[in-house]
């Protein structure tokens, strides 16, 4: 069974695309599935952000067919880990739970994955220059949060 890996974070369409995009690369076996979400429905069915899309398309990686999608309760029982991106997330997330398990699913990324700093800044009000701050701050964390998960 493939470790099914879920990334979250605000709108879908800034942050999590981008990490599922750099997943979806470090990870090419097919030892994992990777997809990700929004907390908010604000974009529902929305590509990512052109500024997600650039910093991605210069990196080698499309993730201009994404759709954003918002954060189900059922993703809690489909997923082995669902990981955030900031704190706000965790908190948006974790009230979703109705079970142990399901919370024990949920991290935020960058503290699971060791690395500092602890959350990853929203762009989405930022310049370009935010977004591949974000870049590469996700190609660390999802590197080291593999590096340490690898089943
Ligand atoms: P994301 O960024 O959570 O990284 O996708 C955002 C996208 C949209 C909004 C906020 C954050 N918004 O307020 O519409």
């Known amino acids: 069974m493939p470790t099914k890996v879920l990334m979250v974070c605000l709108g879908n369409i800034c942050r999590s695309p981008l990490a599922e995009g750099i997943m979806r690369q ?20 929305a590509a990512p952000d052109p500024r997600s899309v650039a910093i991605a398309a210069k990196n080698g990686i499309d993730i201009s067919q994404q ?6 309760h059922q ?23 109705t079970s142990e ?17 602890e959350e990853v800044p929203d762009p989405y009000y930022g310049d370009q220059d935010g977004f591949a701050y974000v870049y590469t701050l996700l190609y660390h964390s999802c590197s080291k949060w593999l590096e340490a998960h690898h089943e």
């Open 101 to 117: 398990k399901q919370r024990q699913k949920i991290a935020l990324l960058n503290q699971a994955a060791g690395i500092k700093p």
């Open 26 to 45: 470090l990870t090419t076996d097919l030892a994992y599935k990777i997809d990700s979400a929004g907390t908010a429905n604000y974009h529902t069915g």
């Open 75 to 97: 993703d809690l029982d489909d997923f082995d880990h669902i990981l955030v991106m900031d704190k706000q997330n965790l908190q948006d997330a974790l009230a979703l739970c």
């Open 67 to 72: 759709h954003a999608r918002q954060l189900k």
